[in-house]
């Protein structure tokens, strides 16, 4: 139930506020009211949601102090590598301010890590570090705490005169009096260290009054064993007093507790980066058969209604054909139907005998053979019409045709030159094989069985 209203309470910060900045800032500080409340593995989740928002941002200031606070947890609880890395971190973004306290503290925490770990002489290099940055640094306090962690590492060289040196600087620039009793701690260590007992005294009893519980349990417990050593019977009571307070530090449960969140926010994101590798994979799956099926959809479509179209096309050009068939049908026989009528006609003979003369027509006789022609041929003309547009001269010439002449006569007919009627010939037959095919002939049209054609005139047909 816990970390569900810790996730709620993360999320309302991120709905709430629109700049990263602004809810990484929120995020920090009810981080640090989580630490205050000693829920340290919720402010440890806090902490890291809001660098995660910060490394979106050009906030580097706010990334250094996060990343510092998150290594005084760690070595709170006795995770120095963690604790060496969240400071290393750290100072990648206070060295880029022009102010050196955020750089000193990030040195010392990772100083520290190497303390803790019982290896003062790496400890004393990062110190060092920390102390070449002092003329760039304002606050007094972070001053005393170089010297102080820079006494500590000389107490563990033995190196107690240093040591006494540093300390010493450190109670000068102290202004935190969290930090004054933490030095006098340190002091007695040093002067226990070089056997001047009751100045070590002096100090111990100075440091039990520290607000802070780790001074105060510290100083306890060193005055119990430096009382039992000097024989004072006080040493017991001193000794009561630390383990009360030991077990009000309670720091193996809190370093479960922090390592449990680490483990658990490293868990988190591993399932969610394969819960969204699971997704992207599903999703490109399900695209793909989408994809796939909608191809296959298009192109049975296509498929289907290009065989339509065939069918169609096919049922199309067949009836085509035959209702070209049948147009050509219906022309021939209305031709021979003309023809038949125009032969048994009294003008018949009139112009079947004028066209053995070999007199010219005159444009008179002309258009009136003309007329003459296409009033009995008019049910053929318009057939014709109906398929073919040609002048009345075409027209005529069809007729002429029909009736048995041949090129000469129908260039008398017609008043002009064989030449100029073979290319009025041509004419219409291209029109006709435009329309229904090449293997339509023009003797198709206008050859006419014998029987039809009186025998004497049969010669007539031929060029």
């Not at 940055?133 to 107490?155: F, G, M, R, V």
């Not at 009136?368 to 057939?383: A, E, G, M, V």
Request: contains cysteine.
């Amino acid at each position: 139930m816990k970390k569900v209203w810790l996730l709620l309470s993360i999320f309302f910060i991120l709905s709430c506020s629109g700049n990263k900045s602004q809810q990484a800032t929120l995020l920090y500080e009810q981080g640090k009211e989580q630490e205050e409340r000693g829920a340290v593995d919720s402010a440890v989740v806090t902490y890291n949601a809001a660098i995660n928002l910060l490394k979106q941002t050009d906030d580097k200031p706010l990334l250094g102090e996060i990343y510092n606070r998150i290594g005084d947890l760690y070595l709170d609880n006795d995770l120095e590598p963690n604790a060496f890395q969240a400071f290393q971190t750290a100072l990648k973004y206070n060295s880029l301010l022009t102010e050196k306290s955020k750089a000193s503290y990030s040195l010392r925490g990772m100083g520290k890590s190497y303390i803790y770990r019982l290896m003062p002489d790496s400890a004393l290099h990062f110190h060092l570090l920390a102390n070449q940055l002092i003329p760039q640094i304002k606050d007094t306090d972070e001053i005393a705490n170089i010297h102080n962690n820079l006494s500590n590492a000389y107490l563990e060289l033995k190196n107690y005169d240093t040591a006494l040196a540093h300390i010493t600087k450190a109670l000068f620039f102290c202004k935190d009096s969290n930090n004054i009793y933490s030095s006098y701690s340190t002091k007695a260590s040093i002067f226990i260290a070089m056997h001047q007992y009751d100045s070590a005294l002096i100090y111990l009893k100075k440091g039990i009054y520290s607000s802070n519980i780790y001074t105060q349990a510290a100083c306890y417990l060193q005055l119990s064993r430096l009382s039992k050593m000097i024989g004072d019977p006080n040493y017991t009571a001193y000794l009561e007093n630390f383990n009360y307070l030991n077990d009000s530090i309670d720091r193996q449960n809190q370093n479960t507790s922090i390592a449990n969140a680490e483990q658990n926010l490293i868990k988190k994101h591993t399932a969610q980066e394969k819960r969204l590798l699971i997704i992207c994979i599903i999703g490109i799956l399900i695209i793909s058969s989408l994809g796939y099926y909608l191809v296959l959809h298009y192109n049975k479509k296509k498929i289907n209604r290009t065989n339509k179209q065939l069918q169609e096309s096919k049922i199309t050009i067949q009836e085509i054909q035959s209702q070209l068939q049948a147009i050509l049908a219906n022309i021939k026989e209305t031709g021979e139907t003309c023809t038949k009528e125009f032969i048994k006609s009294k003008e018949y003979p009139v112009i079947k005998d004028r066209a053995k003369t070999d007199f010219v027509l005159s444009y008179k006789e002309q258009e009136q053979y003309c007329t003459l022609l296409l009033k009995h041929f008019d049910p053929y003309i318009r057939c014709l019409a109906n398929v073919m547009s040609m002048s009345k001269e075409s027209y005529y010439l069809c007729c002429l045709f029909l009736i048995g002449f041949n090129t000469k006569e129908c260039a008398n007919f017609r008043g002009i030159s064989t030449k100029g009627l073979r290319t009025q010939k041509g004419r219409i037959f291209k029109k006709i094989k435009e329309l229904f095919g090449t293997e339509i002939t023009f003797e198709y049209f206008f050859n006419l069985p014998e029987k039809q054609v009186n025998p004497a005139n049969k010669s007539l047909h031929s060029d």
